[in-house]
Nanobody, 122 residues
Framework: QVQLVESGGGLVQAGGSLRLSCAAS????????MAWFRQAPGKEREFVAG????????FYADSVKGRFTVSRDNAKNTVYLQMNNLKPEDTANYYC???????????????WGQGTQVTVSA
């Protein structure tokens, strides 16, 4: 059974940092793209960042470029999202996802975690 379990969310002041983790299990992800999405209340789920498991190529939404960094640890089967210089508009529930196609479309990802809440106060 595939599981993606997020952790690391919390409450932080604007300008602060958080690191999210996504522990993946239940299958090998060597041919998958791992991504982070977020969803704020009343808004659609939006792509944040992604990493190709094999090779480590990364890609980002324009809104987080230069502030967020996505990475993966093959030995721990874990994906990370380092978030710096957080802004109130980054407040959302953050989801980890895995899929074979990748890209910014949520429909391209077959596996999803339950999410972790990030709240940034002004």
């Amino acid at each position: 059974q595939v599981q993606l379990v997020e952790s690391g969310g919390g409450l932080v002041q604007a300008g602060g940092s958080l690191r999210l983790s996504c522990a993946a299990s239940g299958r090998t992800f060597n041919n998958h793209v791992m991504a982070w999405f977020r969803q704020a209340p009343g808004k659609e789920r939006e792509f944040v960042a992604g990493v190709v498991w094999s090779g480590g190529r990364t890609f980002y939404a324009d809104s987080v470029k230069g502030r967020f960094t996505v990475s993966r640890d093959n030995a721990k089967n874990t994906v990370y999202l380092q978030m710096n210089n957080l802004k109130p508009e980054d407040t959302a529930n953050y989801y980890c996802a895995a899929g074979l196609i990748g890209g910014a479309a949520a429909r391209n990802y077959a596996y999803w975690g339950q999410g972790t809440q990030v709240t940034v106060s002004a």
